[in-house]
């Protein structure tokens, strides 16, 4: 039921939430979604329907993540009090250092090029999680990415226009990766079946590295195996290439930053929203700028949180400012996030909510340290993020990724948002059929920053899916985005629980975000009153934006946000999912 004055859900949506007792899985291709089902059907859990479908996404959204990229994940077993981070983010490698970068003439890490490369982290992640929570081999998880990068998949029309927007730097630079998406000298056409016989190799290795009748220790030798590989390519690695910076460079990678598996599990951090809890990864990750805005909404009066209207959306986009400037001040790896969520600091923030749009960068000062201050640069800002990756000719790319939600008839429930080692993040490695990742550019080179570059140290990551508990019921949602990614789960969490809309209500309703942030993504740009909306939200609420001094692009009626979820209400049984009809390519499936 919907709050008294808050802004009633649509009547019709784009598809149905789905219902069922039997398995539910959304993400943001349709292929992948159609996977997890495939796998829940033969018997799997959620954690083999999840990897499998995460490995698919390799070969279906190229663009928005590989396997030398990187992932942040949150998942609950059925058994488990509590969910557990799935942590799949690559630290820096030894030879990322400040004065390596500086040495190199630069002063911020590029955003493509190998350079940029923290230890590929996502692969070891997906196997992790499949040795100690899936059921299945590894070889029957991974034979649908194996017959898709074999016999071809149809390649997205995003996909296709995303290797148009680097064809010259691939034919002039980077003539591997000319050779994997330019077949001809021409990229490849959407629609066509797109193969990738190299990575498809790749995958057969891990699999006959992990034969026999142990499968915990198959998948173990398939971790092994899958740092070897990266080690014998790292002489490829190193040979100097074009990055965005318009020079070329060598990456820093070596065989000996491979030693040890780079991902692992971690507690996640949560706060309660009303009758809620909501969780989120730690402060290498941006998830904790969420739990504050929560924090901070939470005790005003409902219509304030209503993003149909003036009052609801000026509210939110200055609460959004607020918690990115701490994000950018106080977060990184190893820092105290939790600071950011007491109750005196959550009691100034709100106190520093104004009628009228800031254009100052404003962090919270907390007693242990003073906020680090990020270099404002203003040339070049743009609304960017409108759910596919703004691309350069340099292969400069302002970031998105993608995303999947499982939950299965057992009550397991995990939300995973893979990305990096985009097709466009640096040349391809011929005998492996994928880049590296460019995950490094969110780090600073300033060894003040939180989030400086630090050899062994994660680069705070945008990734940032989202776990819920309320009341019997686990939640599991997140969204590409990059910078937006919290953004637009705040909204639809905010009219999930405050305005009583559905999940696939709150999807399809019309959404918007600042961009009065600091860019995590090269070349770091802050647009201090910028907001971007969808046309939807109505003159009269953007109007009254513009009003109160906010600078709004309008960003057409379906462009902002890719979100999906899945829930499990264990008193009932009853699965439950939901998926955003934005570019037409995400897809939920169930029964």
Same mark, same amino acid.
């Given at each position: 039921?919907?709050?008294?004055?808050?802004?009633?859900?649509?009547?019709?949506?784009?598809?149905?939430?789905?219902?069922?007792?039997?398995?539910?899985?959304?993400?943001?291709?349709?292929?992948?979604?159609?996977?997890?089902?495939?796998?829940?059907?033969?018997?799997?859990?959620?954690?083999?329907?999840?990897?499998?479908?995460? &490995?698919?996404?390799?070969?279906?959204?190229?663009?928005?993540?590989?396997?030398?990229?990187?992932?942040?994940?949150?998942?609950? +077993?059925?058994?488990? %009090?509590?969910?557990?981070?799935?942590?799949?983010?690559?630290?820096?490698?030894?030879?990322?250092?400040?004065?390596?970068?500086?040495?190199?003439?630069?002063?911020?890490? @590029?955003?493509?090029?190998?350079?940029?490369?923290?230890?590929?982290?996502?692969?070891?992640?997906?196997?992790?999680?499949?040795?100690?929570?899936?059921?299945?081999?590894?070889? !029957?998880?991974?034979?649908?990415?194996?017959?898709?990068?074999?016999?071809?998949?149809?390649?997205?029309?995003?996909?296709?226009?995303?290797?148009?927007?680097?064809?010259?730097?691939?034919?002039?630079?980077?003539?591997?990766?000319?050779?994997?998406?330019? @077949?001809?000298?021409? +990229?490849?056409?959407?629609?066509?079946?797109?193969?990738?016989?190299?990575?498809?190799?790749?995958?057969?290795?891990?699999?006959?590295?992990?034969?026999? !009748?142990?499968?915990?220790?198959?998948?173990?030798?398939?971790?092994?195996?899958?740092?070897?590989?990266?080690?014998?390519?790292?002489?490829?690695?190193?040979?100097?290439?074009?990055?965005?910076?318009?020079?070329?460079?060598? %990456?820093?990678?070596?065989?000996?930053?491979?030693?040890?598996?780079? %991902?692992?599990?971690?507690?996640?951090?949560?706060?309660?929203?009303?009758?809620?809890?909501? &969780?989120?990864?730690?402060?290498?990750?941006?998830?904790?700028? /969420?739990?504050?805005?929560?924090?901070?909404?939470?005790?005003?009066?409902?219509?304030?949180?209503?993003?149909?209207?003036?009052?609801?959306?000026?509210?939110?986009?200055?609460?959004?400012?607020?918690? $990115?400037? !701490?994000?950018?001040?106080? /977060?990184?790896?190893?820092?105290?996030?939790?600071?950011?969520?007491?109750? *005196?600091?959550?009691?100034?923030?709100?106190?520093?909510?104004?009628?009228?749009?800031?254009?100052?960068?404003?962090?919270?000062?907390?007693?242990?340290?003073?906020?680090?201050?990020?270099?404002?640069?203003?040339?070049?800002?743009?609304?960017?993020?409108?759910?596919?990756?703004?691309?350069?000719?340099?292969?400069?790319?302002?970031?998105?990724?993608?995303?999947?939600?499982?939950?299965?008839?057992?009550?397991?429930?995990?939300?995973?948002?893979?990305?990096?080692?985009?097709?466009?993040?640096?040349?391809?490695?011929?005998?492996?059929?994928?880049?590296?990742?460019?995950?490094?550019?969110?780090?600073?080179?300033?060894? *003040?920053?939180?989030? %400086? /570059?630090?050899?062994?140290?994660?680069?705070?990551?945008?990734?940032?899916?989202?776990?819920?508990?309320?009341?019997?019921?686990?939640?599991? #949602?997140?969204? +590409?985005?990059? !910078?937006?990614?919290?953004?637009?789960?705040? @909204?639809?969490?905010?009219?999930?629980?405050?305005?009583?809309?559905?999940?696939?209500?709150?999807?399809?309703? +019309?959404? $918007?975000?600042?961009?009065? #942030?600091?860019?995590? &993504?090269?070349?770091?740009?802050?647009?201090?009153?910028?907001?971007?909306?969808?046309?939807?939200?109505?003159?009269?609420?953007?109007?009254?934006?513009?009003?109160?001094?906010?600078?709004?692009?309008?960003?057409?009626?379906?462009?902002?946000?890719?979100?999906?979820?899945?829930?499990?209400?264990?008193?009932?049984?009853? $699965?439950?999912?939901?998926?955003?009809?934005?570019?037409?390519?995400?897809?939920?499936?169930?029964?």
């Amino acid at each position: 039921m919907s709050a008294v004055g808050y802004t009633p859900p649509p009547s019709f949506t784009t598809r149905p939430q789905l219902t069922g007792t039997f398995g539910m899985a959304a993400s943001t291709h349709a292929t992948a979604t159609a996977t997890t089902m495939a796998v829940l059907e033969r018997g799997g859990n959620a954690f083999d329907a999840a990897c499998a479908g995460g &490995f698919v996404l390799h070969i279906v959204e190229p663009h928005l993540n590989g396997p030398g990229g990187d992932l942040v994940g949150l998942f609950q +077993p059925a058994d488990a %009090a509590t969910p557990t981070v799935l942590m799949g983010q690559g630290a820096a490698p030894a030879g990322a250092t400040i004065a390596h970068f500086r040495a190199e003439g630069l002063d911020l890490v @590029p955003g493509a090029g190998g350079l940029a490369a923290a230890v590929p982290a996502a692969v070891d992640a997906w196997l992790l999680l499949l040795r100690d929570h899936g059921t299945w081999p590894l070889a !029957d998880v991974l034979s649908f990415a194996i017959g898709y990068a074999e016999d071809g998949h149809p390649l997205l029309p995003a996909v296709s226009a995303t290797i148009g927007r680097v064809a010259d730097l691939f034919r002039e630079h980077w003539p591997a990766s000319a050779d994997l998406w330019m @077949p001809g000298g021409a +990229p490849a056409a959407a629609g066509a079946l797109h193969r990738n016989p190299a990575y498809a190799a790749v995958l057969r290795r891990l699999v006959e590295a992990g034969s026999g !009748d142990d499968r915990i220790a198959a998948i173990d030798a398939a971790r092994t195996e899958w740092r070897r590989i990266l080690g014998d390519a790292c002489d490829e690695l190193a040979r100097p290439h074009r990055h965005s910076s318009g020079t070329d460079r060598a %990456a820093v990678l070596t065989r000996a930053d491979l030693v040890d598996p780079p %991902a692992g599990y971690e507690e996640p951090l949560s706060i309660p929203f009303r009758g809620r809890t909501v &969780f989120k990864a730690g402060a290498w990750t941006q998830g904790p700028a /969420l739990l504050e805005a929560l924090r901070i909404l939470d005790p005003l009066p409902d219509d304030r949180l209503d993003p149909a209207t003036t009052a609801g959306a000026h509210t939110v986009v200055e609460t959004l400012k607020l918690v $990115l400037a !701490d994000r950018d001040a106080h /977060l990184g790896d190893g820092a105290d996030a939790a600071a950011l969520l007491a109750d *005196d600091v959550v009691t100034d923030r709100r106190a520093d909510l104004g009628d009228r749009a800031s254009s100052q960068w404003r962090p919270a000062r907390l007693a242990a340290r003073d906020p680090w201050r990020p270099p404002l640069r203003r040339d070049g800002a743009a609304a960017a993020g409108t759910g596919e990756p703004t691309v350069a000719r340099s292969g400069a790319t302002r970031g998105d990724t993608c995303h999947i939600d499982v939950a299965d008839r057992w009550g397991n429930v995990v939300a995973v948002t893979p990305s990096g080692g985009w097709l466009q993040s640096s040349p391809v490695i011929p005998s492996l059929g994928f880049c590296l990742g460019t995950r490094l550019q969110m780090t600073w080179l300033d060894e *003040d920053s939180p989030a %400086a /570059l630090r050899p062994g140290t994660r680069p705070r990551t945008t990734l940032s899916p989202t776990l819920v508990h309320d009341g019997d019921t686990r939640i599991a #949602m997140g969204t +590409p985005g990059g !910078d937006q990614q919290d953004q637009w789960q705040l @909204p639809m969490l905010l009219r999930m629980f405050v305005g009583g809309y559905t999940a696939q209500q709150a999807i399809d309703a +019309p959404t $918007l975000h600042s961009t009065g #942030m600091v860019d995590s &993504f090269w070349p770091r740009t802050w647009d201090p009153t910028g907001v971007v909306a969808e046309d939807r939200l109505g003159d009269e609420v953007l109007g009254g934006l513009a009003d109160r001094g906010h600078r709004v692009t309008r960003a057409g009626d379906w462009s902002l946000g890719r979100l999906s979820a899945v829930g499990v209400d264990r008193a009932t049984g009853i $699965l439950w999912a939901a998926a955003n009809p934005r570019g037409v390519q995400g897809y939920a499936a169930g029964r």
